[in-house]
Structures are given as structure tokens and as C-alpha cells.
């Protein structure tokens, strides 16, 4: 066994390509990028293929919590992430959890690391863009990845339970933080496949955390640098809705990639028996993983520019909206403290405490959201009056409330 282990190292020392400039390095890697690759990932996950596991063939038609093939899903992924040379470890966080990750030590400064992930766990149903999709480019850039030499260090990081309530990342990013690593930039898949519009649209959610707003600029202009074909929109504050937010509680750079999930060709069989493959845009499936696998290599390979420092969020706060007076528009910005998931509601009054309207009443995890208010609709005109208001937030024993005046 350790016989074959040494042998295996000496055979990647020999093909890791050569030392070479940073843009030959992009180039090159977006080259090996292979479409039949990713879809075959995609139909094994969404029970499409049959899989040869042990000794018998099984599809794997539901990744969800605790199914078996969940279990058989994450052996999968193991066994994909040790057949490129890597060594695949599991995190039995508890039970029914299980995130699978494979780091490849950087040459240079390997105390850096970068993190490209996404939750291979599903919902009851096929899951092919949710998140086989995403699941399918991170195993991509390890197989391509893990044959050159990059300055800091790579884990790639299926996680588990994301469905649940980014469970298995939790967990995960906690362990990082207790071993103290320096986790340097994280970029998350979650639903790359979807692009009923053809506008080639892929969002990327940032937040001022760490250097996260540095970090989508830079994948926004490598994608322009290198013309991958695909129209990249950076969504600041973007959503905590993924795995991505884990990171974003300990004040790391972090980043999703996604499909239209604000722009409007959001995929309409999400959480559906219909998130099969079929529906995919194949040539959106692969740029979004181009430009994915790209990027994490680039901020690998470089270090990101921007002043580092960590944006932890303490306390709940309300902000004073945005204009204020406003007509018939205004914005207000609020925040829910890191390590926090709790019910928030934002709602207007009149100045009789009478109840105008509720903007925001959810469960939410930790970051910085913005909502529009407007006092006036296409169909009616305005709907109130001018004059003063209140608008409060509330989330468990904390309440703030502001005013703001509506000048028509
Ligand atoms: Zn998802």
C-alpha cells in the first residue's frame, strides 16, 4: 500500500506540467475542461447512469439526508477524488452527516488555502442542476487541478446537508477555524447548469466579508480576460442562501457562483422531480465551469488584492434608509450578526403604529441584506400618503426602529 502510494507521488511529480506564466496557466486549464466529463458526473448523481458500486449497480436517484444513496453518493465522490491522485478524506460531522474533501498542498505558501465547493446533497428529487451540476465542477477542477503545481493550497469540498440549513458547511468551516487555517478565498457551486433565456447569465453573490467584493471582481474580469462566454453579474449583497455564508460567518472571502437566482430565469424545476439533466443548457454547464475552475486556479496561484481584514458582523442593525426624504423609492439596509439564524421581520408603520406593510419576514442566517421599499405601484399610484414613517426590525429580543418621510 505505501509502496504504491510512493509510486503514485513520483508518477504525478513527473506529469505535474512545468512551471509557466500565469496566463499560459489559464489557458491551459480552460483547455482541459471536458464537457463529457461533467455530464457523466451529472447523470450518475441524478440516477440517469447506472453506477457500479461494490458489487452491484445501483442508480442513485435521491441524495437526500439520510437515504442510503446519500451514502453511496459521498463513496462516489471519494473514490472520484482518489482516482486523480488526491487523497479523499471524510468529515462525520454526526450521524447522518458526512462532508468529503480532498486537499492539495500548495509548493509555495501552502499554509494558504482556497477553497472550491458545493453541497452534493438533495431534496427528493433527481437534484441534476441542484447540485449535481455544481458537484460535477468540483470534481472537474480536481481532476484537472491536482496535475500542476499551484503556489497555495486547494481543498476541494463536497458538502452534505446544505438542504437542511448549510449544515454540513457549518461544520466544516468551524473545523478550519479551530485549526486556526487561513483560509484565503472560497468559491461555491450551487445550480450552474440553467440557462432557459440563453443570456449566458451567471451570477456572482458577494458581501463585504474578507475580501469577498475583490474576489468576485477578479472572477468577473477573468472571465471578460479570457472570453469565456458567459455575462457574469456581481450581486452585492448577494444571498446567504448556500454554503458560501458558512465562510462568511468567520469573516472569510468567499463568493457563489449560481444561475439567475435575482436576474429572472431562475430554474423553474428546482426542488422538483423534473431537475433532470435534460433541461440543462449544456454549453452554460460548461462555461460556468470553466470559469469556476479558472478562477480558483488564478486565486490560487496569485494572491488577491484588497485590504484583508475580518469583517466580522457583532450586533443586529438597522441602517437609516437610502435616499431619505425619498419619493417614491428608498432602500433600507440591515444586518443579523455572525453565528445567528433566527426569524426576522422588518415591517412599516404609520405614525399611529399601524401596520403598512411587511417587507421581510424570514428565517435568516448571518450578513448584510438590503431591501427596496416603494411607496407608489403601477396600478394604483402611491399608495400612501406623504409624510413620516416608522420602519422596525426585529429578530428574537432585539428591535430598532427608524423614520423616514415620504415627500410626494
Ligand atoms: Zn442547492
Known sequence: MIKSKIILALFILINNHAAQNSSDLITNILSEVNIDTLKKTVQILSGELLYNYN????????????????????????????????????????????NIFAIQPGVANSTEVYIICAHYDNVNNPGADDNASGTAAVLEAARILSQYNLSCSIIYVLFDEEESGLIGSSFFSEKLHNESQQVKGVINLDMIG?????????????????????????????????????????INPGTNRSDHASFWNYGWSAVLLIEELYGGDFNPYYHSLDDVISFFNMDYFYNCARLAIASIASIANETITGNSTDLRIENFSLKQNFPNPFNPGTVIEYSVPDNTHTLVTLKIYDLLGREITTLVNEE?????????????????????????????????????????????
Open 55 to 98: 458489487s452491484s449497480q445501483v442508480y442513485i436517484t435521491n441524495r437526500g439526508g439520510k437515504s442510503t444513496e446519500n451514502v453511496i453518493a459521498g463513496d462516489f465522490i471519494g473514490k472520484k477524488l482518489n482516482s486523480f491522485g488526491l487523497s479523499a478524506q471524510s468529515h462525520d460531522y454526526r450521524s447522518n452527516g458526512r
Open 194 to 234: 440553467y440557462d432557459g433565456n440563453n443570456n449566458h447569465a451567471v451570477e456572482i453573490h458577494t458581501q463585504e466579508r474578507g475580501n469577498s467584493i475583490d474576489l468576485a471582481d477578479h472572477i468577473l474580469r477573468l472571465c471578460k480576460e479570457y472570453r469565456i462566454d458567459l455575462a457574469p453579474v456581481i
Open 364 to 408: 435568516t442566517g448571518p450578513g448584510n441584506y438590503s431591501v427596496n421599499f416603494k411607496a407608489y405601484d403601477g396600478l394604483t399610484g402611491y399608495t400612501l400618503s406623504s409624510g413620516l414613517y416608522l420602519y422596525t426590525l426585529r429578530a428574537g429580543e432585539y428591535s430598532e426602529t427608524k423614520k423616514m418621510i415620504l415627500v410626494r
